[in-house]
């Protein structure tokens, strides 16, 4: 820090630093800053849709809080995966309809699987999905060497990206497919709360935006609006 606070505190501390106890009280700082760049950003991009705003009095002054955050398409989902979509492969390792392909190779049981899908540690991970064009065969009759077999991949950083859930089918025991999507944290969610403890969240109001002191008359519209011109800027 800077200022004549700087040297009046140190010249406290030397007077009264050879005193036994020696008391020391510590405050946090007021402001927290927040920096977002929009090219780390891996997953599907709402922007500043995805915070919830709200505002509230204190005392004559109005100031606008985080009320919540909305959840945001996996990286499945946005990836054009479908429900009933096969698993074929997991970071290479063919699994289901998938050990077809490479004859010969161990076929993980169903316990290996799930690990694989959600052990932290496995991450990232890159899952190939498989999907038979004709109706009414990409679950009961599924056949991974038809000629009408549709193949893509999806690569995420973590367990609690990709944003759906996978059933085992059938009597293989490493088949799964795609049972249902859900939403998950996005960018705004993980980098607020990151910075911010969740039991303080709160507490914090905006105080500015990209430099710029939000007037006193600042209104949950005002600030979300310049938080998306912030945003297209590619740095808020």
Not at 12 to 38: A, D, I
Not at 48 to 57: H, N, R
Not at 61 to 90: C, H, M, T, Y
């Amino acid at each position: 820090g800077q200022g004549p606070w700087i040297q009046k505190s140190y010249e406290h501390l030397q007077k009264c630093g050879l005193s036994r106890p020696l008391v020391l009280g510590f405050v946090e700082p007021y402001l927290l800053r927040v920096v977002m760049n929009k090219s780390d950003c891996h997953l599907p991009d709402d922007g500043p849709e995805e915070i919830i705003l709200k505002e509230k009095k204190i005392g004559s002054v109005s100031k606008i809080f985080i009320d919540g955050f909305r959840g945001v398409d996996g990286v499945a989902e946005s990836s054009g995966v479908f429900i009933g979509d096969n698993l074929i492969f997991v970071n290479g390792t063919a699994v289901g309809a998938g050990t077809k392909l490479r004859p010969g190779c161990p076929e993980p049981d169903s316990a290996t699987i799930q690990s694989m899908l959600h052990d932290p540690n496995a991450f990232p991970l890159c899952l190939h999905f498989a999907r038979q064009a004709q109706t009414g065969h990409r679950r009961e009759n599924f056949d991974i060497e038809s000629d009408d077999i549709k193949t893509f991949s999806v690569t995420t950083l973590g367990p609690d990206e990709l944003g759906c859930s996978m059933n085992k089918v059938g009597k293989n025991p490493s088949r799964y497919i795609v049972q249902a999507f859900h939403a998950v944290s996005g960018k705004f969610n993980k980098v607020i709360t990151e910075t911010v403890q969740s039991n303080r969240l709160k507490d914090l109001s905006f105080y500015s935006i990209n430099g710029e002191t939000l007037p006193s008359y600042a209104s949950c519209e005002m600030v979300k609006n310049a938080m998306k011109r912030g945003w297209k800027s590619g740095k808020l």
